[in-house]
């Protein structure tokens, strides 16, 4: 990786995680950051999360060995067309988006060719965001999905760098990715939502910690979560009326007061929540 | 407190802890748990939480200052009429039930006359269960809600005990306190049940830790929570209807790919999600 340059659009939570990932495993690299507005160039240029920060996005891109596309998943698609005049030839590019089917599919249309888009998602979101909750080691023990063919240099490049980062990299088809992770994050994200929508104004001071740890999420970034529910709004359907068959089960036995059916129906879940307690990945969200 | 004789029925995570509270606070009170199986009564003689443990309710009654219910709800109206009979004159019995309502109503019809019963629920509730978990810090800074009129004498007692324990204390309605306390604790734990039984097994090897979380509590024992559900059925229902009409808010901008829709909903929910987290109370659960 030495005197290579990483280029990294969109320097928030995410992507300035990254930034101080990489520049803590390889100090001689030149990691250069896009910024989107005034406010945010100045921002970085005080947190020195990058090497160099710019508005003009053609000079962060050129020469860049990768280029890092750590932008709300909506963004991507239209910050690659971009990107790409100003793409050298053998460039990796690469994202760091929640959703992938959609964004796979058009990045194929858009950079055919000598630049290999490899999709990837590190499972590290947060309710937090922007640079000043930036953490170096947000990568480590995390799961990071790559929805890429696994045989490709391309590929094989990308996974070696998160792996360098502490990350252990699965490769799956991006239809799969989007329904496994619509269930184990996106569904549940609208859930947190939902619940603290629910819970009236006036009783908010007796909160327990029980609605405490189950709204935590919902105080993530609008933009960012209302992008992900459409791009992944097909599965995000299915998710709703399957939950909304399960919320049948438990009223049926509490209309029919019963308790046998109940304790039935809590007993398995108590098995299965053990499985999820028990998964084999550590990761920050 | 010197020389008085607490008896506690049923001494599991939070009759255990409250055992092991008022040792730790009054050295000299006499604690007397009551043993509902052979089994029980091993372990308990092995933990050592109370001075002595007894399958004979009898004796376990007799002479106690205070008797507390630390039952399942539907037990805690079944074990008020078994102790009755042995109650010594102006002895004050509590519960620690997670709904007051139907327990404080049954209550005045078995106990009219010299015993004073008084319907408490402190907010400590856990996953865990079982007196091996016990904590005897378990409710320092726990807020404890008592269903009974502040100006009787019992009341005051009671009171005074909580608070000396560490509880902060608040009166409410019982009625009232079982609309909230569905909407705060009851019904987010029918969520996250049933967020638990949605998640297919095969996923739940990769499950981040956003679901972790809001499953967490789905490993809350079945009976107990069985029964709360039944005991607040009628606010239980009202809220899972509140939740639908939530979740259809969600669906209709889902369905109509309302970005801005989504994005003023959940800007409204980011602030919400704040007055949740920054309650004024500390508790376990």
Known sequence: MFNKKIAIIG???????????????????????????????????????????????????????????????????????????????????????????????????????????????????????????SNPDLYKGALCVITASKSKKATIEIKALWESLGCRVIFMDSDRHDEIFCALSHFPHLLSFALTEFVPKEYAQYAPRSIRDLTRISNSPPSVWAEIFLANKKNLKNNINEFKRIIALFEKNINNSDREGLIRLLEQINKKQNQIQTNNFTSAK
């Open 11 to 133: 320097v928030g939570f995410m992507g300035g995680s990254l930034a101080g990932a990489l520049k803590k495993k390889y100090p001689e690299l030149r990691i250069s950051g896009f910024a989107r507005s005034q406010k945010s160039l100045k921002l970085l240029s005080k947190l020195a999360i990058v090497d160099e920060v710019s508005l003009d996005i053609k000079s962060v891109v050129l020469d860049s060995d990768i280029v890092v596309l750590a932008l709300p998943v909506e963004r991507i698609v239209e910050y690659l067309k971009v990107i790409k005049p100003y793409l050298k030839p053998g460039a990796l590019v690469f994202d760091i988006g929640s959703t992938k089917a959609e964004i796979e599919k058009k990045a194929k249309l858009i950079l055919p060719g000598t630049n290999c888009f490899v999709p990837c998602h590190p499972l590290v979101g947060s309710e937090k965001s922007g640079p000043r909750f």
